[in-house]
């Protein structure tokens, strides 16, 4: 699902929109099947979205919402089904192309096998006394099996050429495949479920190298009056600031994701706690430096503050509990007043 839409699972109103969605889908005699939850979750959370609308209009004419007609609406709007459909095509087009390939070697080996018997005859028939038009004819056939090879093994070449290319231009289909499937569209950092794997893998790094790692989390603080005050598209305005800041700051070896909603990330692989702090402080003096005008109207929408919380990954700590401890620093920072960094160190250090 979406960021916005899986916050909103996760969130104190979770239970609530689950219910709505049960209830309309009972209201127009759906099916409770995952695909069709998830579709209509979309459709009541997001009802001006293209899924929405989409849905919307089915509605309207009394459209039957069978299980083909969800798979075809999944295919088309669902992330996770569109990548798949995406994978699919582009194995398929993979497939076709090394199944042709291997018939124009298969083609030219036979070729080279008829020349090789070509060849062996000739060789038996003059080992014999030949009269000198049978050895023209011995000559000319030799000739003909030669061109005929020359333009085989041209051919091949040519489609092994092409095949390169075919091979290397779906190998950046699949690559941006994946980029997108980890992506986040609003702000182009890395989208939750890459976040996930890659804190996983630099913690497990991190344990087998005896080095350390620091996760910070960064939540826009307030952020729920700018939706409230100005709308959804100024909302995600200041989100697409935030996270370039953050993404300019956070750029490789350090890593940099949305997590969910007004929430980032960042991964410090090889940079400890204290170090990760003022990094963070940088990001908050920078983010809160810049008064913001709405796009459309030029209205003042005044400074944005961000929140923090840091924590360093200890012996035989787990990704889960590293995540939690960052977590727990940065309500601690929202507590204390926001627009605050704070380290789980001095937190646990505190209590």
């Not at 994946?178 to 950092?189: I, P, S, V």
């Not at 008064?291 to 929140?307: H, M, Q």
């Not at 940065?330 to 627009?339: H, Q, V």
Request: with cysteine; net charge negative.
């Amino acid at each position: 699902m979406s960021a916005n839409i899986d916050t909103k699972l996760r969130g104190p109103g979770a239970y609530a929109l689950a219910r709505e969605v049960l209830e309309a889908m009972e209201a127009h005699q759906v099916w409770p099947t995952p695909v069709n939850f998830e579709l209509w979750t979309y459709f009541v959370a997001e009802p001006d979205s293209e899924l929405g609308r989409e849905i919307t209009r089915l509605i309207s004419v009394g459209e039957a919402f069978t299980d083909n007609l969800a798979d075809e609406l999944a295919a088309a709007y669902l992330p996770k089904a569109k990548l798949t459909e995406q994978i699919r095509d582009a194995g398929d087009a993979l497939s076709k192309e090394l199944i042709s390939v291997s018939r124009a070697i298969e083609s030219a080996q036979k070729s080279s096998e008829a020349y090789g018997q070509t060849l062996a005859s000739a060789s038996t028939s003059l080992a014999a006394d030949r009269e000198p038009q049978e050895l023209k004819a011995m000559v000319d056939t030799l000739a003909l099996a030669t061109k005929r090879v020359q333009r085989e093994n041209k051919s091949l070449e040519k489609r092994l050429a092409e095949s390169t290319t075919e091979v290397a231009r779906l190998r950046e289909h699949l690559e941006q495949v994946r980029r997108d499937a980890t992506t986040d569209g609003l702000t182009q950092l890395a989208n939750r479920k890459a976040f996930d794997e890659e804190l996983e893998r630099a913690c497990a790094e991190a344990d087998a190298d005896g080095q350390t790692v620091t996760l910070a989390v960064i939540d826009i603080d307030h952020f729920k009056n700018f939706n409230d005050t100005w709308g959804h598209q100024t909302g995600d305005q200041v989100i697409r600031y935030v996270a370039s800041v953050i993404g300019r700051v956070g750029a490789p070896p350090r890593f940099a994701a949305r997590y969910g909603g007004e929430e980032f990330a960042l991964i410090f692989p090889r940079e400890t706690a204290d170090v990760a702090a003022l990094v963070l402080e940088e990001i908050r003096d920078e983010v809160s430096s810049r008064i913001l005008k709405r796009r459309s109207t030029n209205d003042d929408l005044g400074a944005v503050t961000v929140s923090a919380g840091v924590a360093q990954l200890r012996r035989g700590e787990s990704a889960h509990s590293l995540m939690e401890r960052s977590d727990t620093a940065l309500y601690a920072s929202k507590r204390s007043g926001r627009n605050l960094v704070t380290n789980a160190e001095i937190v646990a250090d505190a209590a």
